[in-house]
């Protein structure tokens, strides 16, 4: 749910970070926060375990510049992503504009991405989105890795618009692919609202 | 889209602005904010500058969010009232027509019964102000079939491109 403020010119719009557990959706958002210029962001909250583990979601505000005059923000969020934190990954879904996936390339994590796709589509339809109507993009993240499964693959296996979704071949740790990604569904989000609802 | 966007015009974003200033007077607060659920800042006064507002909004969604879900698991619809006692500090956050959240922070120059009794009648004249809204968002959507008119209508690739240059 986008909120467009017409009297102080300013429009926001939430991206969140979606996908199975250890897959590096922190990951992407710790490196934006640390290659954004300081003017541009906001502070990144992580609400974590004693052990790093995303307990509720982080969130990371950036200001991007203006687009026709207003103001845009975007505000990043992550979802935990193991299994039993489902209720809170549903929460964080409400109001979400643009969904971005992190596929964990490793041929042994296929299935946690399989489930967890299936868990966005139904979380999503019980805020009432449908994952083939919002703008949603794929990150296939860890190409780095030596175990990793082929992009078409992947594709095959996660892959659900007609035609495809945008996919981005991504290392989080190493910052490739990061803004690609976050720039791929931003445009999705801000083409979405030229349509009219 | 699942649900309506949320669209503020000068016209109510004043009144609103109006609404929270004289609460954190009646009140005798520090900062009174209003978030909407998605955890969007929507209008704020008092002492903040040096308070992190955009944060301070997401985690409030977030609790808020969180309460909802505790509330839906023990059979209640919502708990409509928070409130988090500090040493010095005090937050008392509570929902305003079902979709916006009401921050008040006060410190020991107020007290609890009395952030109660202001945001009790805050609340109503926002509710008025924000059933305009509504109304107004229907009344555009009925004449145009839209919401509203898309600043992002012309929207190009190079607008996109530039705000990540």
Redesign the interface.
């Known amino acids: 749910?986008?909120?467009?403020?017409?009297?102080?010119r300013e429009?926001?719009c939430?991206i969140v970070y979606y996908g199975p557990g250890l897959c590096g959706k922190t990951t992407n958002l710790q490196w934006i926060y640390e290659k954004t210029n300081p003017n541009a962001k906001?502070?990144l909250?992580s609400?974590a375990t004693e052990t790093d583990r995303t307990l509720?979601?982080d969130?990371l505000?950036l200001e991007?510049?203006t687009?026709?005059?207003?103001k845009?923000r975007f505000?990043l969020y992550t979802v935990p992503g193991q299994v039993f934190y489902d209720?809170?990954r549903?929460?964080?879904l409400?109001?979400v504009d643009g969904v971005i996936f992190v596929a964990d390339s490793q041929v042994e994590r296929m299935d946690a991405n399989v489930e967890a796709i299936e868990n966005l589509m139904v979380n999503l339809k019980s805020?009432?989105?449908d994952l083939l109507n919002i703008p949603y993009v794929l990150q296939l993240n860890k190409r780095d890795l030596p175990n990793v499964a082929t992009v078409d693959e992947m594709k095959q296996a996660l892959q659900r618009k007609n035609p495809g979704e945008p996919v981005y071949e991504a290392c989080a740790a190493r910052g490739t692919g990061v803004?690609e990604t976050l720039?791929g569904v931003?445009?999705l989000v801000?083409?979405d609202?030229?349509k009219?609802? | 889209?699942?649900?309506?966007?949320?669209?503020?015009?000068?016209e109510e974003?004043?009144q609103i602005k109006g609404i929270i200033a004289k609460l954190r007077v009646d009140a005798n607060s520090k900062v009174v904010f209003l978030v909407?659920?998605?955890?969007?800042q929507?209008a704020a006064h008092g002492d903040i500058e040096n308070l992190?507002t955009?944060?301070l909004a997401?985690?409030t969604a977030?609790n808020v969010?969180?309460t909802?879900?505790l509330a839906r698991l023990i059979g209640e619809k919502e708990f409509s009232i928070l409130f988090h006692e500090g040493e010095k500090d005090n937050i008392h956050i509570s929902i305003v027509a079902s979709r916006v959240i009401l921050v008040v922070i006060f410190d020991e120059r107020s007290s609890l019964g009395l952030v109660r009794l202001r945001v009790k009648k805050a609340s109503e004249e926002l509710n008025r102000v924000f059933s305009n809204i509504m109304a107004k968002v229907e009344k555009e959507?009925a004449s145009t079939?839209?919401?509203?008119e898309?600043?992002?209508?012309?929207?190009t690739?190079e607008?996109?491109?530039?705000?990540?240059s």
């Open positions: 749910m986008t909120f467009i403020n017409y009297a102080s429009i926001n939430k906001g502070k909250i609400l509720f979601f969130f505000p991007l510049g687009v026709r005059g207003f845009t505000h209720a809170s549903k929460l964080i409400k109001g805020q009432g989105y803004f720039k931003a445009k801000l083409a609202l030229t009219t609802q | 889209m699942a649900a309506p966007d949320i669209v503020m015009y000068e974003f004043n909407d659920k998605n955890g969007q929507i992190d955009t944060s997401s985690l977030g969010a969180a909802d879900g959507r079939g839209t919401t509203f898309s600043p992002f209508a012309e929207i690739d607008d996109i491109d530039s705000l990540f």
